[in-house]
């Protein structure tokens, strides 16, 4: 938690709460359902809930804006952003049931008001439109940006922020950009937080 708090400092009571009671949660949840790697799951914070945030660093998410989350697995990066911006709504959308379960069950014990869930593939949503997608090392950005973009609203939001697909990747994504078709904005999250983790992970950003 303390990672946490050295990059942002304006949580409310509630959101600090809330994010206090994570670790405890998906420890005792991964023990039934696996959703976070062993190694990983003792470095929550970091690693997943900080990780998640860069996207809250790098981007203003107005008051009554609707984000879905593809590919959410554990509620990552949907759950750490939902606190973070309690006034946009997130939808979680993951193809297997039993993270979602997870998710359902995390959501509902720290009181968080405004997510959805839906156990379904990115590509089978129908009559649904986003202001943002967002998503986490889930598949390469040409199909990511395949599934998202006939989710995404035309429209700017309020903050002038063009609807688009918002991703966490890692590693030398050279080929995967060029193969995909777009021409994101590429940023380091060790830039946003400067800690020997997040070397070579990255934040893109492909506008509508």
């Known amino acids: 938690m303390d990672i946490i708090l050295k990059y942002f400092a304006d949580f ?3 959101q600090l709460e809330q994010f206090g009671k994570l670790e405890a949660l998906y420890k005792d949840w991964n023990e039934k359902i696996n959703v976070i790697s062993r190694k ?3 470095h929550l914070y970091e690693r997943h809930v900080l990780h ?3 996207i809250a660093a790098a981007f203003e998410f107005s008051p009554g804006m609707d984000v879905i989350d593809i590919g959410t697995g554990g509620g990552f990066p949907g759950i750490p952003l ?3 911006f309690p006034e946009v709504r997130f939808h979680l959308a993951d193809s297997i049931a039993k993270k979602l379960k997870v998710v359902e069950a995390v959501a509902a014990e720290i009181g968080l008001q405004n997510i959805s869930t839906e156990h379904t593939r990115a590509e089978a949503i129908k009559n649904r439109k986003f202001d943002m997608v ?3 090392a889930v598949a390469p950005l040409k199909d990511l ?3 998202g973009k006939p ?3 035309t429209k700017k939001t309020e903050t002038d922020l ?5 991703c966490l990747k890692g590693g030398d994504l050279a080929k995967e950009i060029q193969e995909s078709g777009t021409r994101p904005r590429v940023m380091e999250v060790r830039e946003l937080f400067p800690e020997p983790f997040f070397a070579e992970k990255y934040l893109l950003y492909v506008p509508r």
């Open 162 to 166: 063009q609807p688009g697909l918002i």
């Open 52 to 54: 998640s945030l860069a």
């Open 145 to 147: 940006w395949n599934w």
């Open 151 to 153: 989710l995404l609203k």
């Open 12 to 14: 409310s009571p509630v």
């Open 82 to 84: 939902a606190i973070f």
């Open 40 to 42: 990983d799951i003792d």
């Open 134 to 136: 967002v998503s986490r």
